[in-house]
């Protein structure tokens, strides 16, 4: 008897270890998860912008401290690269942050098109926003029903300078979950709406 005790109070010893290393990797799991939820929570929204007009592209990007494009980035290598040479501070270093992410195109069906990608690569578009008239392509219109066929619930925001597309009648096509800017568009309007349009869980800082 007295030498069965000590081999059952080892094994006890032994499952009160395993059980409170048990306890530490599932508190270290749970507090991972929670980590990965923040993270989720306030990611920044993924935008797709359709406009014909490249100056109104340019403006977005403005008004809503969009990275530079691939050709901007390259210039400002080139001028980084330049006073660098020169020993001096480029005074063009300060850029705006970024509050989204953003894909831009010229055309609905090149909407259409790149929207469908990145669902399929598995980084969905939150909102979407459109010009109404894009020629020579499909309009605005179109284009809001073609995406809604890919993404029911999808989010957007129409732009436009004339007046014969009305509110009653993109509800009776697409539905709910809309809202429509009458073209020059005014840059904190613009955020408002963005912000409001989006899901709670994003987080879309207002720009200063």
Known sequence: MACILPSILCIISIESSTQRAMGRIRGRLWLLNYRL??????????LLIADDDPRVIDYYRLALGLPATPEEQDTDQELDEMFSLLEGEDPLQEHAPSHCRAVTVSQGLDALRVFGEMAAAGTPFDLVLLDMRMPPGIDGLETALGLREQNPNLPIIFFTAYSDYKNELLEEQIGEGFSLL???????LLRREIQKMLPDELCFELPK
């Open 37 to 46: 939820k923040l993270i989720k929570m306030h990611r920044e929204p993924h």
């Open 182 to 188: 009458r073209k020059p568009i005014d840059e904190a």
